[in-house]
């Protein structure tokens, strides 16, 4: 059994099954991050290309060690120096790419349906690193997997995810994943950072930080990208700090041992102190391992089995 | 042949008000016959056609195509956009002024007469800029504009964003009577928009464009058609609140029309989430609540007006990431059979409602006359098969614009046939 699409654009259409899938290989790949030599020759003979039209650090190096650790032939193709520049389409890299034998792309781009597009146009299998504001599948199940190994499960789970709801696509891949895991989800942030209709996805939706922390497991803070105060959103930092920021108090209001998340990169004393960033809550480093150890088992599952079916669904 | 006799057909004259069946007989340019049966003894001077089960109409108007040339030919021409036109049942159309250069000035209202008539398929009613280069600064010569042949006048694609500007544009057009066509949207509002802004915007992390967004201008253009006195049509509506607000202006008596396209009650956001480009169209497929307030407003004669917006786009301009690819839906030949497919099948409209939207509708809100079907007048006249099933088969397509959602759907009611001029420029009769 692997992955039954070609392509892994999203956590909505993919089952509960593959996810448990995913999340149980994690678990035998992990083991693999800690030995002293770290080459296995599953993936020998393989390729992956990592095609990133955004700046990214974790996502791109956790897939590239991922590929590398598995013996696959990882490249990352520099979207700034390539012929992207002198103006071809992704369809055309896309078709280049094929053309060169590659077997998987793993896939950034800054708009959403990118790499639905790029899957449907390209034999290789894609995997989608994040796409705009729609999906960013690999964080979630990064996410979902450093949970499940604390709690032991995630039916149950109260996860409350604090911050700019709007323009985050770990969000919309978490509240797919853990709804469909069986955890309740809270969504938390400032009306001008709220999408339309959201609970309309099956999530709790609340403006007060303080009533989002109270019945949380897990609180997962996102990252404010500061020029969404340019555009009116909120009105300073500091205010957003104070309304949303994660501190000693803030945290004293949430259970005990709940955990701390975040997916990176941080801004210090913005939405997180460093305090918290640094306490026993907080499981941000380990979610960076988590990772690797996801996406070395998105590989396996991938480019080690065949697709059940021939055309990408989204 | 000299004459051509249409046997048999359901005769709907919009303009005259009566509906029957019957033959019409065509000879030089003009209707020469219209009774319940002609006979013919000169047979091989006459084409005689069969039009047993379909319906004869006066002319039919898409009062809102986009022909693209002069200037992105790429896109269309307009031989090719008249083409398409025809085929789509129409005998005219009225193009819009975001050409390059935009048709702010006689040459270029001239260039596309020319050109319309070179063609040959369908009459072009041209369309003049509200503002020069549509940039809503400063007011286009209307006068000029007038005398070179426009019949409206109108920024399309664009709004005028300042009101004060607006307000004076729409006084002056009182002068050579004009009609102002309005494209609504708040352009702060809806900017880094991509679809409708509800569920599917969030899941699919595409930007939305607020229903809001149209509503806003709508109340404001309609406020300055109060203070001016200007004959104002609203452009593509698409929302529930649009509805409400030109239902209301009717009510007060405003010189106040409103057209709908047709993927604005057939289609739903639901249909973006292909991120198929063929669906990004502005304003943008609405919700479910919206389409039922659009047909509403079909059914109660708030909209008086079916129009196409008929936007052809290049494949390489459509065959990109969503965010990337422009807006529009290349739609003059689906425009009449997603009519009947979607309104008259669906009960929603009667043969004689819908027929109006596309004749009577658009000539009193452009204020030309249309003749009707009765002898004397210019044989311009629409035939279509309200029975017949048809794919929407891009291998059999006129426009150089592919960019339709409608693509490999079957839609019940097609045009078969298109006279202008007692020329027929359209034929697909099988």
């Known amino acids: 059994m692997g992955i039954k699409t070609k392509d892994l654009l999203g956590l909505k259409n993919i089952s509960k099954e593959e996810i448990e899938l995913i999340l149980n290989t994690a678990e035998s790949m992990e083991e693999i991050i800690y030995r002293d030599v770290k080459k296995l020759p599953t993936l020998r003979g393989k390729s992956v290309v990592s095609l990133f039209y955004e700046p990214s650090t974790r996502t791109r190096s956790s897939f590239e060690l991922a590929g590398k650790y598995l013996g696959a032939d990882t490249m990352n193709m520099g979207v700034s120096s390539s012929s992207v520049k002198k103006g071809e389409t992704l369809i055309d890299t896309g078709r280049t790419l094929d053309a060169m034998?590659?077997?998987?792309?793993?896939?950034?781009?800054?708009?959403?349906?990118?790499?639905?597009?790029?899957?449907?146009?390209?034999?290789?299998?894609?995997?989608?690193?994040?796409?705009?504001?729609?999906?960013?599948?690999?964080?979630?199940?990064?996410?979902m997997y450093t949970m499940r190994k604390k709690f032991g499960e995630l039916q149950g789970l109260t996860v409350a995810i604090i911050g700019d709801i709007l323009h985050s696509r770990v969000v919309r891949s978490n509240i797919w994943g853990l709804t469909k895991m069986g955890a309740e989800v809270i969504v938390c942030g400032p009306p001008t950072l709220l999408p339309a209709d959201i609970a309309a996805t099956g999530v709790r939706v609340v403006t007060c930080f303080k009533d989002a922390l109270r019945d949380a497991d897990v609180i997962m803070m996102l990252r404010i990208q500061l020029e969404r105060q340019q555009k009116g959103l909120f009105p300073s930092k500091r205010e957003y700090a104070k309304m949303y920021g994660l501190n000693k108090e803030t945290l004293s209001l949430a259970k005990k041992d709940a955990m701390v998340m975040h997916p990176g990169p941080i801004n210090r004393g913005v939405e997180i102190s460093p305090e918290?960033?640094?306490?026993?809550?907080?499981?941000?480093?380990?979610?960076?391992?988590?990772?690797?150890?996801?996406?070395?088992?998105?590989?396996?599952?991938?480019?080690?089995?065949?697709?059940?079916?021939?055309?990408?669904?989204? | 042949m000299k004459r051509l006799l249409l046997k048999n057909a359901l005769i709907i004259d919009s303009v005259r008000h009566r509906e029957f069946k019957g033959d019409i007989l065509i000879e030089n340019c003009k209707i020469k016959k219209v009774a319940e049966e002609i006979e013919i003894n000169d047979r091989e001077e006459t084409r005689t056609i069969d039009l047993e089960g379909k319906v004869v109409t006066p002319?039919?108007?898409?009062?809102?195509?986009?022909?693209?040339?002069?200037?992105?030919?790429?896109?269309?021409?307009?031989?090719?956009?008249?083409?398409?036109?025809?085929?789509?049942?129409?005998?005219?159309?009225?193009?819009?002024?975001?050409t390059y250069p935009a048709a702010d000035n006689e040459a270029t209202i001239e260039l596309i007469k020319r050109r319309a008539e070179e063609a040959g398929n369908c009459r072009v009613l041209p369309v003049g800029c509200l503002t020069k280069e549509r940039q809503g600064e400063i007011m286009a010569e209307y006068g000029f504009l007038k005398d070179a042949g426009v019949v409206a006048l109108s920024d399309d694609g664009n709004g005028v964003m300042n009101s004060e500007v607006m307000r004076h544009c729409m006084e002056y057009a009182t002068l050579y009577d004009l009609p102002v066509l309005s494209h609504c949207e708040d352009e702060n509002l809806a900017e880094g928009g991509q679809i409708h802004e509800g569920y599917y915007s969030t899941i699919l992390g595409l930007q939305g464009i607020p229903a809001a967004a149209e509503e806003i201008m709508i109340a404001r253009d309609i406020a300055l058609a109060e203070l001016t006195g200007a004959r104002l049509h609203i452009c593509h509506i698409s929302t529930k609140g649009g509805v409400e607000l030109v239902r209301r202006a009717k009510?007060?008596?405003?010189?106040?029309?409103?057209?709908?396209?047709?993927?604005?009650?057939?289609?739903?956001?639901?249909?973006?989430?292909?991120?198929?480009?063929?669906?990004?169209?502005?304003?943008?497929l609405r919700s479910e609540e919206h389409i039922q307030a659009v047909i509403a407003g079909l059914k109660d004669g708030t909209i008086d007006v079916i129009a196409s917006d008929h936007a052809p786009h290049s494949r390489e301009e459509k065959e990109v990431e969503y965010p990337f690819a422009p807006f529009g839906i290349s739609g003059v030949e689906t425009c009449l059979a997603v009519s009947l497919h979607y309104l008259y099948h669906t009960g929603k409209l009667s043969l004689r409602q819908l027929v109006e939207k596309f004749t009577t509708g658009p000539a009193s809100v452009l204020g030309i006359n249309i003749a009707g079907i009765e002898e004397g007048s210019l044989a311009h006249l629409t035939?279509?098969?309200?029975?017949?099933?048809?794919?929407?088969?891009?291998?059999?397509?006129?426009s150089l614009g592919q960019n339709t959602p409608y693509a490999g759907k079957n839609l019940k009611g097609w045009p078969v046939m298109t006279i202008v001029g007692g020329k027929i420029t359209a034929e697909s009769l099988t």
Request: hydrophobic share 40%.
């Open chain 1, 276 to 314: 918290v960033y640094e306490s026993v809550q907080s499981v941000i480093d380990e979610q960076v391992t988590a990772g690797v150890a996801v996406r070395m088992a998105l590989l396996y599952l991938m480019m080690g089995s065949d697709f059940e079916d021939e055309k990408a669904t989204s």
């Open chain 2, 251 to 284: 009510e007060k008596g405003l010189k106040v029309t409103a057209e709908a396209a047709p993927h604005h009650f057939s289609l739903s956001d639901q249909e973006t989430a292909s991120y198929n480009t063929a669906t990004k169209v502005n304003p943008p």
């Open chain 2, 383 to 398: 035939v279509f098969d309200p029975e017949l099933v048809k794919e929407v088969n891009l291998k059999n397509w006129h």
């Open chain 1, 101 to 143: 034998g590659i077997d998987m792309v793993v896939i950034r781009h800054p708009a959403a349906g990118a790499p639905k597009l790029l899957g449907e146009n390209i034999k290789a299998r894609v995997i989608n690193a994040g796409d705009g504001y729609h999906e960013h599948p690999t964080q979630a199940l990064l996410d």
């Open chain 2, 59 to 98: 002319g039919m108007i898409d009062m809102h195509v986009h022909l693209r040339e002069p200037g992105e030919e790429n896109k269309e021409t307009i031989a090719t956009g008249t083409k398409a036109a025809a085929y789509g049942g129409f005998t005219a159309v009225a193009c819009m002024p975001n």
